[in-house]
């Protein structure tokens, strides 16, 4: 019944909002398939992480509760095998990338460190930034660029602290000066990067060269209930992934608001809190819906 309840509330407040109206303007999201287990039977735990590999043949995924990553393969917009892959050194995996060498790269959501992977699932070590002229990084969330350079986003220092592959650092980029609170970042084909605060609604932007993040859009909470992750696929379009409304932003480069798409549910094809989500190809989604235990597959259709 509290489910429900709270169900109920969450569709309310979007119908308020006018969410439905905006459904038709966006691409399309058809579900595909849902995977609820690995490739033994065993169950999914409350999903938080999900990374599409450069190919986008290999998708990894960060079963948080269950302490492991399961790597699957995608093919016609369906997941198939589930292997495991869990080391000692990583306790709650919460968020997840893939180098362009197969690499992955993990955040540990309660040590907050990153850690690195072979493609194969073996531990390579911490991967953290070297040669910072002030205070430690504490990450939050991160990001990788085409060139392997991670992004940290450091809440503790308000930053985002920019590396080389083996963790050197190169730069970092100031908060803005107001701001609620920073949830995720992502950086785009031409070095672009997107800075996310889940309590403002606001989207910020800066470009490879840029010392400082402008304001690309501040209309996010006319369209969700609270955001904390964003991405962009190789098309350049953004997506907002709305953790508490079960639903997806899709925002223009301009940093227009190009529609919203699923929405909060239990039944195939909704979501409830999803948290990471990655595009491959511009053609296919696959979304972590952490609260239901399982990760779903979209068709995107523009």
Known sequence: MPRLILMIAFLASGLALGWNAYAAEALRFIHSRSV???????????????????????????????????????????????????????????????????????????????????????????????????????????????????????????????????????????????????????????GTLFLLDSVAGSLYAAD????????????????ASFPTHVTVDGKGTIYVVDQNGGGVLIIGQDGAFRGRQLAIGWKEGLLYYPSQMCVTGGEVAVIADRENSRVQVYKLLR
Request: glycine share 10%; charged share 25%; with cysteine.
């Open 36 to 190: 609820y287990a690995d490739d033994r039977g065993a169950a999914l735990n409350h999903p938080e992480g999900v990374a599409c590999g450069g190919s986008g043949s290999t998708v990894i995924v960060a079963d948080t509760r269950n302490g492991r990553l399961v790597r699957y393969a995608l093919s016609a917009e369906v997941l198939t095998g589930g292997s495991q892959i869990k080391v000692p050194q990583v306790h709650s995996p919460v968020l997840v990338h893939i180098s362009s060498n197969g690499d992955i790269l993990v955040l540990d959501g309660k040590l907050r460190r990153v850690f690195r992977l072979s493609a194969e699932g073996a531990f390579l070590g911490a991967v953290e930034p070297k040669g910072v002229p002030t205070g430690s990084v504490v990450p939050k969330s991160f990001a990788m660029d085409r060139e392997d350079r991670v992004y940290f986003l450091d809440n503790f220092s308000r930053r985002v602290v920019v590396t080389d592959p083996s963790g050197i650092y190169q730069r970092e980029i100031p908060f803005p000066e107001k701001f609620g609170f920073f949830s995720d970042v992502a950086v785009d084909a031409r």
């Open 208 to 223: 490879k060269t840029a010392n400082a993040f402008s304001l690309l859009t501040k209309e996010l909470k006319e369209y």
